[in-house]
């Protein structure tokens, strides 16, 4: 028993094997970051179900590799690309997945070197950070920023077209695009616009409507993107 979490091409020479109970250990003190980051991340942010699992196994999942190749420079050349492969197998992410997921490595590459608690703290410090920076930016994500998307004849001149309804019922709007219709006879304008009172949503369309000849208009909660790593 003494000998079956021995390597098979471990020597003396080589490299000693890692005790059950340190390696027990720094696992558990893996997950316990990964769930401290994944909780972290939670806070008021979309995330989907696999990215949260993916928050509390990732760090035990590189501690692992890394007390494996511990003192292997070979071996850790080829993790380390192996590493960047999966970012380029992966769709693109937001900015703050991406620093998670660098969180998450850096903090169980310090579990697999033994430094359990500069992890520890590592992770906490981190954490902080997120969840404050979190917490004075979530009134950008109340719900008062929407798309709206306005169709207009050809004959109107889209530029300034909807500017006095804009000053009268948004605190401010931004043009996202413009998109001729059906053979270049309408354009589609979209804005991304922050309402003064959700309550006159319906008053904003009419008058919209009035402008346009009655055409299609819409007004849609801005969707942040959410994407799966």
């Known amino acids: 028993m003494s000998t079956l979490f021995n390597g098979i091409f471990d020597t003396t020479e080589t490299v000693s094997s890692i005790a059950v109970g340190s390696f027990l250990l720094c ?6 970051i990964g769930l ?3 909780a972290v991340y939670k806070y008021k942010n979309n995330y989907t179900k696999s990215f949260i699992l993916t928050l509390v196994i990732l760090p035990a999942i590189v501690c692992v590799v890394i007390m494996m190749v511990n003192g292997n ?3 850790g050349i080829a993790v380390a690309g192996a590493f960047s492969l999966v970012r380029f197998r992966s769709v693109p992410g937001n900015a703050r997945e991406i620093t998670t997921i660098f969180m998450a490595i850096g903090a169980g590459m310090v579990c697999g070197m033994g430094y359990l608690g500069y992890a520890v703290l590592f992770t906490l410090i ?4 997120l969840f404050a920076f ?3 930016n979530s009134d950008e994500d109340d719900g008062s920023v929407k798309v709206l998307s306005v169709t207009i004849p050809e004959n109107l001149d889209y530029n300034g077209i909807l500017d006095d309804l804009f000053s009268k019922y948004t605190d401010t709007h ?3 695009s413009v998109k001729t219709m059906n053979m270049g006879s ?3 304008l979209k804005y991304e616009v922050k309402m003064k009172d959700a309550s006159m949503e319906k008053q904003f369309i009419d008058d919209i409507r009035t402008r346009n000849g009655n055409l299609e208009v819409s007004l849609l909660k ?3 993107d959410i994407q799966e790593l």
């Open 186 to 188: 309408l354009f589609r």
């Open 36 to 38: 401290i980051l994944a």
């Open 222 to 224: 801005k969707e942040s």
């Open 134 to 136: 979190t917490a004075m």
């Open 126 to 129: 981190m954490a902080a950070i």
């Open 73 to 75: 420079i070979g071996a």
């Open 174 to 176: 931004k043009e996202i």
């Open 27 to 32: 696992i558990i003190v893996a997950l316990v």
